[in-house]
């Protein structure tokens, strides 16, 4: 669990290190919203592929051939001065080689414990990512403004390589076997569970990317003022992850937290201070793992074993695509229109992610009395009659 939370630390980093250093270099948000784009199309089609190779390749060898070229484009960005479109050429190929460190962990799980502890596992694993969405960006914000935008660079370029490096070293890793997918990419992605998941994890990330782009150019030049509010909703997901995730998983579960999150994100919009933006963030902070928790859950219970890392790949996907173009449309706004542009993007990307469930709500399994263990490999064997 640390070893996976390390390594992905830089999920939640890179969007803002991005924002913030290429900002710093054009002085145009528009412009860093451009890098992080390129960013986003790379981790498009990385993920499911990526994770695919972990069945045919074994989890291991991708995993080191990604993180050193993921390694290689993160040095490039922060030390080279580049034209930018060649920041946009080198994030490309960063999002290409992002390390699908999440679809391993998440196909490790049903591994390593029996099937009544799979779902508070995926509820403390869901308190750990928003640890990664909420508190990395505490962290990327305070050294790149505080110090300077390429050290925030190179902080996440060093949880990268010591985080996947501890990851790789866990004998887990080298037990679990992933089978090869009989099926073709993207195939599994006509599973309603894994389709919905994918698609309100990209809104409900894009919508915390905004806000996180909207904290930054509200007090983010006046000290560490920023920090101290992403560090409170950070306290307060953690802390709805913890005191909710074990609640049963019923067909209006996902659609249920996803309320609660987009009342706070819009609430943020009317906010004018520091007290009434940290009540907000408050609200919606509370269900924000709660509702990664379910994500994980369906998905788990809806696809066999095989499957699970592709299927893993998509949801990480639209979580990463949801993170860089919630802080490209924050960044365009906030140059136009200055930092409530980015809480009117997150408030549209929560209110997004609470309709789809509700109008999708057939695509959502009733978990309740069931566990979210993988559907396992098997066919049926004609038996001869004696």
């Not at 980093?13 to 900002?23: K, P, R």
């Not at 809480?343 to 309709?355: D, E, L, N, P, S």
Request: hydrophobic share 55%.
């Amino acid at each position: 669990m640390a070893a996976q939370l390390v390594a992905r630390f830089p999920g939640g980093m890179l969007s803002l290190a991005y924002l913030l250093h290429v900002e710093h270099v054009f002085n145009s948000y528009g412009a860093a919203g451009l890098v992080l784009g390129a960013t986003s199309v790379g981790q498009a089609i990385s993920g499911p592929l990526t994770s695919r190779w972990m069945g045919v390749w074994a989890i291991r060898p991708v995993l080191i051939l990604t993180t050193a070229v993921c390694t290689v484009s993160m040095a490039t960005i922060a030390f080279a001065s580049l034209p930018l479109y060649g920041y946009m050429i080198v994030a490309l190929i960063g999002g290409l080689s992002y390390p699908p460190i999440q679809p391993a962990v998440r196909t490790i799980y049903p591994k390593m414990v029996n099937s009544k502890q799979l779902t508070p596992l995926f509820s403390l694993d869901a308190s750990a990512q928003e640890i990664i969405w909420i508190a990395g960006p505490v962290t990327v914000t305070f050294i790149s403004i505080q110090v300077s935008t390429v050290l925030g660079i190179v902080v996440a370029m060093a949880f990268l390589v010591f985080g996947g490096l501890w990851f790789i070293s866990s004998p887990e890793v080298g037990r679990v076997r992933i089978p090869r997918s009989k099926r073709k990419l993207g195939v599994v992605l006509g599973r309603p569970p894994v389709l919905l998941a994918t698609v309100v994890g990209f809104l409900l990330v894009g919508s915390c990317a905004a806000v996180e782009a909207g904290v930054v150019a509200t007090f983010g030049e006046g000290g560490p003022v920023a920090g101290s509010v992403l560090a409170l909703w950070a306290l307060a997901s953690l802390a709805g992850g913890l005191l909710l995730g074990h609640i049963p998983v019923g067909p209006w579960a996902l659609a249920r937290r996803m309320a609660v999150v987009a009342a706070g994100c819009v609430l943020t919009i009317f906010a004018f201070d520091f007290w009434t933006l940290t009540g907000a963030l408050i609200v919606a902070g509370l269900c924000i793992a709660p509702a990664l928790a379910v994500m994980f859950a369906i998905v788990s219970a809806s696809v066999k074993f095989s499957d699970t890392a592709e299927a893993y790949g998509w949801v990480g996907t639209g979580q990463l695509i949801g993170a860089a173009l919630g802080s490209a449309v924050a960044g365009f706004l906030i140059d136009s229109a200055g930092a409530g542009g980015a809480f009117w993007t997150a408030g549209a990307f929560a209110v997004a992610g609470m309709i789809v469930p509700l109008v999708f709500r057939r695509a959502h399994p009733d978990l309740r009395g069931r566990d979210a263990t993988s559907i396992p490999d098997t066919e049926p064997v004609a038996i001869q009659p004696s």
